[in-house]
Protein backbone atom coordinates (compact mmCIF):
# COMPACT_ATOMS: atom_id res chain seq x y z
CA UNK A 1 0.00 0.00 0.00
CA UNK A 2 2.98 2.59 0.30
CA UNK A 3 3.35 1.99 -3.76
CA UNK A 4 -0.05 3.52 -3.84
CA UNK A 5 0.26 6.19 -1.07
CA UNK A 6 3.60 7.33 -2.29
CA UNK A 7 2.42 8.57 -5.66
CA UNK A 8 -0.33 10.54 -4.43
CA UNK A 9 0.18 13.99 -4.83
CA UNK A 10 1.45 15.67 -1.76
CA UNK A 11 1.93 12.71 0.47
CA UNK A 12 5.65 12.45 0.30
CA UNK A 13 8.11 15.46 1.42
CA UNK A 14 10.05 15.35 -1.58
CA UNK A 15 7.66 14.53 -4.03
CA UNK A 16 9.17 10.91 -4.32
CA UNK A 17 8.47 7.82 -4.12
CA UNK A 18 9.27 4.53 -2.86
CA UNK A 19 9.57 2.45 -6.37
CA UNK A 20 13.20 1.72 -6.44
CA UNK A 21 14.66 2.61 -3.37
CA UNK A 22 17.97 2.03 -3.08
CA UNK A 23 17.71 -1.12 -6.05
CA UNK A 24 18.59 -3.48 -3.08
CA UNK A 25 16.84 -6.29 -5.06
CA UNK A 26 19.27 -6.41 -7.91
CA UNK A 27 22.50 -5.15 -5.78
CA UNK A 28 21.97 -7.21 -2.53
CA UNK A 29 25.04 -8.92 -2.74
CA UNK A 30 26.92 -5.81 -3.64
CA UNK A 31 25.30 -4.40 -0.82
CA UNK A 32 25.87 -8.46 1.58
CA UNK A 33 29.62 -7.05 0.63
CA UNK A 34 29.43 -4.02 2.46
CA UNK A 35 28.11 -5.35 5.24
CA UNK A 36 31.04 -8.04 5.41
CA UNK A 37 33.62 -5.32 5.43
CA UNK A 38 32.14 -3.57 8.30
CA UNK A 39 32.53 -6.98 10.03
CA UNK A 40 28.73 -7.06 11.08
CA UNK A 41 27.82 -10.25 12.53
CA UNK A 42 23.87 -9.77 11.83
CA UNK A 43 22.00 -7.89 9.39
CA UNK A 44 17.72 -7.22 10.21
CA UNK A 45 15.52 -6.99 7.11
CA UNK A 46 12.14 -7.66 6.39
CA UNK A 47 10.24 -9.52 4.05
CA UNK A 48 7.81 -7.86 1.85
CA UNK A 49 4.54 -9.38 2.02
CA UNK A 50 3.46 -8.25 -1.93
CA UNK A 51 6.75 -9.54 -3.16
CA UNK A 52 5.94 -13.11 -1.75
CA UNK A 53 2.06 -12.52 -2.00
CA UNK A 54 1.66 -9.84 -5.28
CA UNK A 55 -2.48 -9.51 -3.49
CA UNK A 56 -1.44 -10.58 -0.11
CA UNK A 57 -2.85 -14.09 -0.19
CA UNK A 58 -3.06 -17.25 -2.00
CA UNK A 59 -0.89 -17.01 -5.73
CA UNK A 60 3.09 -16.75 -5.04
CA UNK A 61 5.43 -15.08 -6.76
CA UNK A 62 8.57 -17.82 -7.22
CA UNK A 63 10.66 -14.49 -8.29
CA UNK A 64 10.16 -12.99 -4.92
CA UNK A 65 10.88 -16.52 -2.77
CA UNK A 66 13.94 -16.36 -4.76
CA UNK A 67 14.99 -13.20 -4.15
CA UNK A 68 14.97 -14.13 -0.12
CA UNK A 69 16.42 -17.21 -0.61
CA UNK A 70 19.49 -15.90 -2.37
CA UNK A 71 19.97 -12.84 0.20
CA UNK A 72 19.59 -15.23 3.13
CA UNK A 73 22.09 -17.88 1.79
CA UNK A 74 24.47 -14.95 0.27
CA UNK A 75 24.44 -13.66 4.27
CA UNK A 76 25.23 -16.67 5.71
CA UNK A 77 28.43 -17.51 3.29
CA UNK A 78 29.68 -13.84 4.99
CA UNK A 79 28.96 -15.07 7.87
CA UNK A 80 26.18 -12.75 8.64
CA UNK A 81 22.63 -14.12 10.59
CA UNK A 82 19.50 -13.02 9.06
CA UNK A 83 17.45 -11.03 11.44
CA UNK A 84 13.76 -11.38 9.60
CA UNK A 85 10.98 -8.88 10.20
CA UNK A 86 8.25 -9.77 8.84
CA UNK A 87 5.50 -6.87 8.67
CA UNK A 88 7.62 -3.21 8.57
CA UNK A 89 4.67 -1.56 7.18
CA UNK A 90 4.07 -2.69 3.60
CA UNK A 91 0.33 -4.17 3.27
CA UNK A 92 -0.55 -5.37 0.29
CA UNK A 93 -3.09 -2.95 -1.39
CA UNK A 94 -5.50 -5.56 -2.35
CA UNK A 95 -5.58 -6.80 1.44
CA UNK A 96 -6.59 -3.03 2.27
CA UNK A 97 -9.19 -2.61 -0.41
CA UNK A 98 -10.88 -6.34 0.28
CA UNK A 99 -10.75 -6.61 3.71
CA UNK A 100 -10.07 -2.89 5.29
CA UNK A 101 -6.37 -3.59 5.72
CA UNK A 102 -5.51 -3.72 9.37
CA UNK A 103 -8.92 -2.87 10.48
CA UNK A 104 -10.15 -6.19 9.35
CA UNK A 105 -9.86 -9.05 11.61
CA UNK A 106 -9.02 -10.93 8.09
CA UNK A 107 -5.92 -9.57 7.35
CA UNK A 108 -4.77 -10.97 11.07
CA UNK A 109 -5.27 -14.39 9.72
CA UNK A 110 -3.55 -13.51 6.15
CA UNK A 111 -0.94 -12.22 8.27
CA UNK A 112 -0.75 -15.33 10.00
CA UNK A 113 -0.81 -17.81 6.09
CA UNK A 114 1.84 -15.42 5.39
CA UNK A 115 3.70 -15.77 8.15
CA UNK A 116 3.33 -20.05 7.98
CA UNK A 117 4.78 -20.05 4.63
CA UNK A 118 8.24 -17.92 5.72
CA UNK A 119 8.96 -19.67 8.34
CA UNK A 120 7.90 -22.88 6.37
CA UNK A 121 10.45 -21.48 3.69
CA UNK A 122 13.10 -19.74 5.33
CA UNK A 123 12.91 -21.26 8.71
CA UNK A 124 15.69 -24.26 8.15
CA UNK A 125 18.54 -20.96 7.75
CA UNK A 126 16.85 -18.39 9.61
CA UNK A 127 17.29 -18.19 13.83
CA UNK A 128 15.70 -14.74 14.86
CA UNK A 129 12.21 -13.81 13.62
CA UNK A 130 10.02 -10.32 14.52
CA UNK A 131 6.79 -10.50 13.36
CA UNK A 132 5.94 -6.82 13.15
CA UNK A 133 8.35 -3.42 13.71
CA UNK A 134 6.83 -0.49 15.06
CA UNK A 135 3.01 -0.81 15.20
CA UNK A 136 2.91 2.15 17.09
CA UNK A 137 4.39 4.46 13.96
CA UNK A 138 1.70 2.50 11.77
CA UNK A 139 -1.21 3.18 13.75
CA UNK A 140 -0.54 6.27 14.72
CA UNK A 141 0.58 7.91 11.27
CA UNK A 142 -1.62 5.55 9.22
CA UNK A 143 -5.16 5.98 11.10
CA UNK A 144 -4.59 9.15 13.85
CA UNK A 145 -2.89 11.48 11.55
CA UNK A 146 -2.86 10.28 8.04
CA UNK A 147 0.15 11.08 7.38
CA UNK A 148 1.69 7.31 6.57
CA UNK A 149 -0.23 4.77 4.58
CA UNK A 150 -3.33 3.63 4.13
CA UNK A 151 -3.57 7.58 5.17
CA UNK A 152 -6.52 7.39 7.30
CA UNK A 153 -7.81 10.45 10.15
CA UNK A 154 -10.58 12.64 11.33
CA UNK A 155 -9.25 15.55 9.96
CA UNK A 156 -11.04 16.06 6.16
CA UNK A 157 -7.95 18.34 5.11
CA UNK A 158 -5.77 15.61 5.40
CA UNK A 159 -7.39 12.78 4.70
CA UNK A 160 -10.66 11.93 2.72
CA UNK A 161 -12.06 8.62 5.70
CA UNK A 162 -11.18 7.54 8.78
CA UNK A 163 -12.33 7.97 12.40
CA UNK A 164 -8.93 8.67 14.56
CA UNK A 165 -11.05 8.32 18.04
CA UNK A 166 -11.46 4.12 17.11
CA UNK A 167 -9.36 3.24 14.10
CA UNK A 168 -6.15 3.54 15.78
CA UNK A 169 -7.03 0.96 18.60
CA UNK A 170 -9.05 -1.39 16.60
CA UNK A 171 -5.76 -1.36 14.22
CA UNK A 172 -3.29 -2.01 17.10
CA UNK A 173 -5.85 -4.88 18.74
CA UNK A 174 -5.71 -6.94 14.90
CA UNK A 175 -1.91 -6.71 14.99
CA UNK A 176 -1.38 -7.96 18.59
CA UNK A 177 -3.68 -10.83 17.52
CA UNK A 178 -1.76 -11.38 14.73
CA UNK A 179 1.02 -11.58 16.37
CA UNK A 180 0.02 -13.47 18.83
CA UNK A 181 -1.32 -16.43 16.43
CA UNK A 182 1.65 -15.62 14.76
CA UNK A 183 4.20 -16.97 18.03
CA UNK A 184 1.71 -19.57 18.81
CA UNK A 185 2.08 -21.11 15.15
CA UNK A 186 5.59 -21.00 15.46
CA UNK A 187 6.69 -22.38 18.74
CA UNK A 188 4.22 -25.29 18.25
CA UNK A 189 5.01 -26.05 14.77
CA UNK A 190 8.39 -24.83 13.64
CA UNK A 191 10.41 -23.89 16.93
CA UNK A 192 10.90 -28.00 17.58
CA UNK A 193 12.76 -28.64 14.49
CA UNK A 194 14.09 -25.20 14.04
CA UNK A 195 15.46 -23.88 17.31
CA UNK A 196 14.67 -20.37 16.42
CA UNK A 197 13.92 -17.09 18.21
CA UNK A 198 10.78 -15.37 17.82
CA UNK A 199 9.44 -11.79 19.46
CA UNK A 200 7.97 -8.14 17.99
CA UNK A 201 10.47 -4.87 18.16
CA UNK A 202 8.67 -1.63 19.65
CA UNK A 203 9.83 1.57 19.23
CA UNK A 204 9.58 4.57 22.43
CA UNK A 205 11.10 7.73 22.95
CA UNK A 206 12.25 8.06 26.33
CA UNK A 207 9.87 11.03 28.23
CA UNK A 208 11.16 13.07 30.81
CA UNK A 209 8.81 15.38 32.84
CA UNK A 210 8.76 19.18 31.62
CA UNK A 211 8.84 20.58 35.31
CA UNK A 212 10.25 17.16 37.44
CA UNK A 213 8.44 19.17 40.33
CA UNK A 214 5.32 19.39 39.22
CA UNK A 215 3.32 15.47 40.36
CA UNK A 216 1.06 16.31 37.19
CA UNK A 217 3.90 16.18 34.31
CA UNK A 218 5.34 13.52 36.21
CA UNK A 219 2.28 11.36 36.13
CA UNK A 220 2.21 12.77 32.37
CA UNK A 221 5.52 11.08 31.97
CA UNK A 222 3.46 7.53 32.38
CA UNK A 223 0.94 8.05 30.37
CA UNK A 224 3.17 9.25 27.33
CA UNK A 225 4.84 6.06 28.07
CA UNK A 226 1.89 3.82 27.92
CA UNK A 227 0.41 4.84 24.96
CA UNK A 228 3.73 4.85 23.11
CA UNK A 229 5.08 1.84 24.06
CA UNK A 230 2.91 -0.49 27.06
CA UNK A 231 0.23 -0.21 24.73
CA UNK A 232 1.83 -3.09 22.69
CA UNK A 233 4.25 -4.32 25.43
CA UNK A 234 1.56 -4.75 28.08
CA UNK A 235 -0.31 -7.33 26.21
CA UNK A 236 2.71 -9.00 24.96
CA UNK A 237 4.25 -9.60 28.36
CA UNK A 238 1.44 -8.94 30.83
CA UNK A 239 -1.79 -10.43 28.50
CA UNK A 240 -3.72 -6.76 28.28
CA UNK A 241 -3.37 -3.34 27.53
CA UNK A 242 -2.35 -0.89 30.89
CA UNK A 243 -5.36 0.18 32.99
CA UNK A 244 -4.23 3.44 32.52
CA UNK A 245 -5.62 3.04 28.74
CA UNK A 246 -8.39 0.87 30.15
CA UNK A 247 -9.59 4.05 32.24
CA UNK A 248 -9.22 7.14 29.82
CA UNK A 249 -10.47 5.42 26.52
CA UNK A 250 -13.21 3.23 27.59
CA UNK A 251 -15.41 1.17 25.38
CA UNK A 252 -13.86 2.45 22.02
CA UNK A 253 -10.54 0.24 23.58
CA UNK A 254 -11.05 -3.24 22.45
CA UNK A 255 -11.28 -6.25 25.10
CA UNK A 256 -9.04 -9.73 24.33
CA UNK A 257 -11.23 -12.63 25.03
CA UNK A 258 -9.04 -15.17 28.10
CA UNK A 259 -7.70 -17.09 25.11
CA UNK A 260 -6.57 -14.44 23.34
CA UNK A 261 -4.72 -13.03 27.07
CA UNK A 262 -3.29 -16.52 26.92
CA UNK A 263 -1.92 -16.60 23.43
CA UNK A 264 -0.48 -12.85 23.83
CA UNK A 265 0.91 -13.50 27.84
CA UNK A 266 4.66 -14.14 27.20
CA UNK A 267 4.47 -14.34 23.23
CA UNK A 268 7.86 -13.40 22.31
CA UNK A 269 11.00 -14.28 23.54
CA UNK A 270 13.12 -11.31 23.64
CA UNK A 271 12.44 -7.60 23.34
CA UNK A 272 13.26 -5.87 20.55
CA UNK A 273 13.45 -1.65 20.37
CA UNK A 274 13.36 0.28 18.30
CA UNK A 275 15.17 3.97 20.28
CA UNK A 276 15.86 7.22 18.26
CA UNK A 277 15.32 10.08 20.62
CA UNK A 278 13.69 11.94 24.04
CA UNK A 279 10.57 14.25 24.34
CA UNK A 280 10.09 16.87 27.36
CA UNK A 281 6.06 15.87 28.82
CA UNK A 282 3.70 17.98 30.23
CA UNK A 283 0.28 17.44 31.96
CA UNK A 284 -2.94 18.80 29.47
CA UNK A 285 -6.11 19.29 31.61
CA UNK A 286 -8.32 19.95 28.33
CA UNK A 287 -6.12 18.34 25.32
CA UNK A 288 -7.30 19.00 21.70
CA UNK A 289 -8.32 16.99 19.02
CA UNK A 290 -9.43 13.50 19.42
CA UNK A 291 -8.00 9.50 20.09
CA UNK A 292 -4.44 9.44 20.82
CA UNK A 293 -3.42 12.37 21.29
CA UNK A 294 -6.49 13.43 23.88
CA UNK A 295 -6.73 10.17 25.44
CA UNK A 296 -3.23 10.49 26.93
CA UNK A 297 -4.13 13.99 28.22
CA UNK A 298 -0.23 15.18 27.53
CA UNK A 299 1.80 17.44 25.56
CA UNK A 300 5.65 16.63 24.35
CA UNK A 301 8.22 19.31 23.60
CA UNK A 302 11.68 19.45 22.69
CA UNK A 303 12.29 23.19 24.53
CA UNK A 304 12.10 23.96 27.86
CA UNK A 305 12.87 27.81 29.27
CA UNK A 306 14.25 28.64 25.66
CA UNK A 307 16.37 25.54 25.78
CA UNK A 308 16.69 22.53 23.37
CA UNK A 309 16.65 19.42 25.01
CA UNK A 310 19.45 17.79 22.55
CA UNK A 311 20.72 18.81 19.35
CA UNK A 312 18.28 18.45 16.19
CA UNK A 313 19.44 15.82 13.40
CA UNK A 314 17.67 16.78 10.17
CA UNK A 315 14.02 15.13 10.86
CA UNK A 316 12.15 17.60 12.90
CA UNK A 317 11.10 15.02 15.68
CA UNK A 318 14.47 13.59 16.18
CA UNK A 319 16.93 15.62 19.03
CA UNK A 320 20.05 13.84 20.37
CA UNK A 321 19.66 13.07 24.12
CA UNK A 322 22.42 10.04 24.82
CA UNK A 323 20.83 9.74 28.33
CA UNK A 324 17.40 8.41 26.51
CA UNK A 325 18.75 5.04 25.53
CA UNK A 326 19.95 4.31 29.20
CA UNK A 327 16.38 5.24 30.37
CA UNK A 328 14.75 3.06 27.68
CA UNK A 329 16.21 0.22 28.41
CA UNK A 330 15.96 0.33 32.40
CA UNK A 331 12.20 1.19 31.72
CA UNK A 332 12.29 -2.22 29.65
CA UNK A 333 14.25 -4.37 31.87
CA UNK A 334 12.27 -3.33 35.35
CA UNK A 335 8.67 -3.37 34.17
CA UNK A 336 9.30 -6.39 32.14
CA UNK A 337 11.44 -8.61 34.76
CA UNK A 338 13.87 -8.41 33.09
CA UNK A 339 13.92 -9.57 29.36
CA UNK A 340 16.87 -10.26 27.10
CA UNK A 341 16.64 -6.86 24.91
CA UNK A 342 17.75 -6.60 21.46
CA UNK A 343 18.45 -3.30 20.12
CA UNK A 344 16.75 -3.17 16.55
CA UNK A 345 17.26 -0.11 15.44
CA UNK A 346 19.17 3.40 16.73
CA UNK A 347 20.12 6.03 14.39
CA UNK A 348 20.31 9.48 13.08
CA UNK A 349 19.62 11.11 9.90
CA UNK A 350 22.16 14.36 10.07
CA UNK A 351 21.16 17.98 9.43
CA UNK A 352 20.63 18.90 5.60
CA UNK A 353 22.99 16.22 4.47
CA UNK A 354 21.18 15.32 1.31
CA UNK A 355 21.94 19.25 0.26
CA UNK A 356 25.92 19.38 1.12
CA UNK A 357 28.19 18.02 -1.32
CA UNK A 358 28.90 14.49 -1.62
CA UNK A 359 32.57 15.13 0.06
CA UNK A 360 31.06 16.60 2.45
CA UNK A 361 28.18 14.48 3.13
CA UNK A 362 30.97 12.00 3.62
CA UNK A 363 32.34 13.48 6.89
CA UNK A 364 29.18 13.11 8.68
CA UNK A 365 30.98 13.48 12.50
CA UNK A 366 27.47 14.20 13.66
CA UNK A 367 26.30 11.02 13.06
CA UNK A 368 29.36 9.43 14.75
CA UNK A 369 29.39 11.39 17.56
CA UNK A 370 25.39 10.51 17.63
CA UNK A 371 26.49 6.73 17.40
CA UNK A 372 29.78 7.08 20.23
CA UNK A 373 27.10 8.97 22.90
CA UNK A 374 23.89 6.21 22.14
CA UNK A 375 26.15 3.41 22.26
CA UNK A 376 27.95 4.50 25.27
CA UNK A 377 24.44 4.82 27.13
CA UNK A 378 24.32 1.05 26.43
CA UNK A 379 27.60 0.06 27.63
CA UNK A 380 26.39 2.10 31.35
CA UNK A 381 22.73 0.17 31.01
CA UNK A 382 24.88 -3.17 30.72
CA UNK A 383 27.60 -3.12 32.69
CA UNK A 384 26.47 -0.67 35.55
CA UNK A 385 22.66 -1.39 35.52
CA UNK A 386 22.68 -5.28 34.84
CA UNK A 387 20.66 -5.00 31.59
CA UNK A 388 20.99 -7.80 29.08
CA UNK A 389 21.49 -6.35 25.86
CA UNK A 390 22.31 -9.10 23.40
CA UNK A 391 22.18 -7.24 20.40
CA UNK A 392 22.69 -3.74 18.45
CA UNK A 393 21.89 -3.02 14.82
CA UNK A 394 22.29 0.17 13.49
CA UNK A 395 19.42 2.26 11.59
CA UNK A 396 20.63 2.45 8.63
CA UNK A 397 22.88 0.59 6.16
CA UNK A 398 22.10 3.05 3.36
CA UNK A 399 20.30 6.15 3.27
CA UNK A 400 16.95 5.10 2.08
CA UNK A 401 13.18 5.76 1.35
CA UNK A 402 12.62 7.29 4.63
CA UNK A 403 8.69 6.74 3.95
CA UNK A 404 6.95 10.40 4.23
CA UNK A 405 10.18 11.92 4.58
CA UNK A 406 11.20 10.43 1.00
CA UNK A 407 14.68 10.56 0.33
CA UNK A 408 16.25 13.95 2.17
CA UNK A 409 16.56 12.31 5.17
CA UNK A 410 19.51 10.31 5.53
CA UNK A 411 20.29 7.73 8.07
CA UNK A 412 22.75 5.55 6.43
CA UNK A 413 26.63 4.45 6.97
CA UNK A 414 26.78 4.78 3.22
CA UNK A 415 25.68 7.34 1.12
CA UNK A 416 23.52 6.21 -1.42
CA UNK A 417 24.32 9.00 -5.10
CA UNK A 418 20.81 8.39 -5.61
CA UNK A 419 22.12 11.03 -9.31
CA UNK A 420 24.77 8.86 -10.39
CA UNK A 421 23.49 5.28 -10.60
CA UNK A 422 22.98 5.04 -6.96
CA UNK A 423 26.43 4.46 -6.01
CA UNK A 424 27.44 3.63 -2.56
CA UNK A 425 29.89 4.81 -0.28
CA UNK A 426 31.31 4.53 3.18
CA UNK A 427 30.48 7.64 5.64
CA UNK A 428 33.22 8.57 7.92
CA UNK A 429 30.62 6.61 10.28
CA UNK A 430 30.47 3.16 8.66
CA UNK A 431 34.60 3.62 9.04
CA UNK A 432 33.90 4.28 12.86
CA UNK A 433 32.11 1.58 13.60
CA UNK A 434 34.08 -1.16 11.29
CA UNK A 435 36.51 0.26 14.07
CA UNK A 436 34.16 -0.07 16.96
CA UNK A 437 33.63 -3.63 15.61
CA UNK A 438 37.14 -4.61 15.55
CA UNK A 439 37.90 -3.37 18.62
CA UNK A 440 34.56 -5.47 20.20
CA UNK A 441 36.00 -8.56 18.59
CA UNK A 442 39.29 -7.85 19.50
CA UNK A 443 38.52 -7.99 23.10
CA UNK A 444 36.02 -10.53 22.71
CA UNK A 445 38.63 -12.89 21.76
CA UNK A 446 41.19 -11.56 24.45
CA UNK A 447 38.70 -12.38 27.22
CA UNK A 448 37.90 -15.73 25.82
CA UNK A 449 41.57 -16.15 25.72
CA UNK A 450 42.28 -15.26 29.28
CA UNK A 451 39.92 -17.49 30.46
Given at each position: MWDVFSHLPGKIEDGTHGDFADDHYNRFEEDVELMKTLGISVYRFSISWSRIFPTGEDQVNQKGVDFYNNLINALLKKGIEPFITLYHWDLPQSLEDKYGGWLGEKTAEKFVEFADFCF????????????????????????????????????????????SSIEPYIVVHNVLRAHAKAVDLYRKRFFPQQKGKIGITLDMSWYEPFDPNNPLDVKAVERAQAWHMAWFSDPVYFGDYPQVMRQRVGSRLPSFTEEEKKLLKGSSDFFGLNHYTTSYVMHVEEPEGEGYFFDRGCYTTH???????????????????????????????????????????????????????????????????????YLAEVSKAINEDGVKVLGY?????????????????RFGLF????????????KKSALWYKYLINQHNKLHSESLSAN
Open positions: TTYGDRVKYWLTFNEPHSFALHGYQTGFHAPGRCSNRLVCSAGNERNGELIGPRGDPVWLYVVPRGMRGVLNWVWERYQHPDIYITENGVSAPRESFLPLEEALEDEFRVNYYKDMAWSLLDNFEWAHGYEKYVDYKDNMKRYP
